[in-house]
């Protein structure tokens, strides 16, 4: 099996539901000179040799010796040109924000995810100490905006802990976000995964916490429908799709970047009438996709893809939220955190993908 083939095994393998929602995550393969990275707005699980974005190691490198912008906005436009100058393939797709991350590790294997399991963790108040108590081998990062200023901290981290340990880090948390796994072999890749999911759920489960999230009963077909008929009525855009679950306790701030990309950073409680909805997009600057309302929750987008995947980040930022409570409880991202990624062009990129 080439190492291309064994990134796609190990991006099915790690794409499914307990590791990555929506278009989250990410994996790479590389050789000396080539990294070969999954493309921004596709899935891990469905992702074919052939979708990898193959880029020059030494040309994306050079971004390391490049002084940013101070606005963001210029910051990543720049990052992505000398992204897209480091693509080897004319028609292949965008590389991953993270791209430069993988290029940082030497290791062959690099695979990104973001499971509920790891970020009760890394989401939560004593999220650090429970790592380094855990984890003595692994890197943790404390929170920094996703993209270039993200790459650029990770690497000098993962510099000071190669002069300390000489050797790579093979676990990196990343704080409200997820985790790196890196290793030279598939198998070293399962055997470092396995004990991260294993180790943390061994600690829910000293502490009684459930790690799944228990969902209240449905009530019956009627009256979700005339609940579903009602927010239609109540959101301005004519085409809305909506999806509904049973109740759960919905997380009451923004938890990591792609809960903000997909459920937003807040979700409305209450009656969802035009008034109601009306100051909901007052105080925050849209309309809710998702709603807390009479022992159901609803997802809420303009196609049904959107709906689906808004209500299933708010199931996993509800179960994450609970993990966390074995950790001292949930952290959420503070608000200029938020705003940096409500703001951001890559992040609105995968969102428009999907
Ligand atoms: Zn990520």
């Known amino acids: 099996m080439t190492g291309l083939e064994q990134i796609v095994e190990l991006s099915h393998k790690y794409g499914v539901a307990d590791y990555v929602k929506g278009g989250g995550g990410n994996t790479s393969f590389k050789d000396k000179n080539t990294v070969w990275v999954k493309p921004s707005g596709t899935t891990l699980v469905s992702i074919k040799a052939k979708d990898f974005v193959a880029m020059d190691r030494a040309k994306l490198g050079t971004l390391n010796d490049v002084i940013p912008p101070a606005d963001p906005i210029e910051r990543e436009a720049l990052v992505k040109e000398y992204m897209l100058n480091a693509k080897l393939g004319p028609d292949s797709g965008r590389p991953s924000v ?120 449905l009530p019956d077909k009627n009256k979700q429908e005339s609940a579903i008929a009602f927010i239609k009525e109540n959101y301005p855009q004519d085409e809305i799709s909506v999806h509904v679950s049973g109740n759960f306790p919905e997380p009451k701030g923004p938890i990591s970047p792609d809960h903000i990309v997909y459920t937003k950073s807040y979700i409305f409680n209450g009656t969802p009438d035009r008034e109601a909805l009306k100051d909901f997009r007052r105080k925050h600057g849209y309309l809710p996709n998702v709603i807390a309302w009479d022992n ?10 959107k709906a689906s995947l808004a209500l299933e980040f708010a199931q996993d930022g509800a179960l994450v939220s609970q993990l966390a409570e074995a950790f001292g409880g ?8 938020r705003e940096f990624i409500e703001n951001w062009e890559a992040e609105s990129y995968r969102s428009k993908q999907l």
């Not at 920094?144 to 650029?152: A, E, F, I, N, S």
């Not at 159901?296 to 893809?305: A, C, E, L, R, S």
């Not at 949930?330 to 955190?337: A, G, N, P, Q, V």
């Open 296 to 305: 159901m929750v609803f997802g809420i987008g303009t196609t049904q893809k």
């Open 98 to 217: 993270e791209a430069p991350l993988h290029n940082t590790l030497d290791a062959v294997f690099v695979v990104h995810t973001h499971p509920a399991i790891v970020n009760g963790m890394t989401c939560a108040v004593g999220g650090a100490k429970v790592a380094a108590a855990l984890f003595p081998e692994a890197l943790w990062i404390d929170y920094v905006d996703p993209g270039y200023t993200l790459c650029m901290k990770v690497r000098d981290r993962i510099n000071n802990y190669k002069a300390k340990r000489s050797k790579e880090p093979p676990i990196i948390f990343l704080d409200n976000h997820g985790v790196f796994i890196s290793a030279d072999t598939p198998q070293e890749i399962d055997e470092l995964f396995g004990n991260v999911m294993s180790l943390l759920s061994e600690q829910y489960k000293a502490v009684g916490i459930s790690t799944e999230l228990k969902i209240g009963r």
């Open 330 to 337: 949930i952290e959420y991202l503070t608000d200029s955190s």
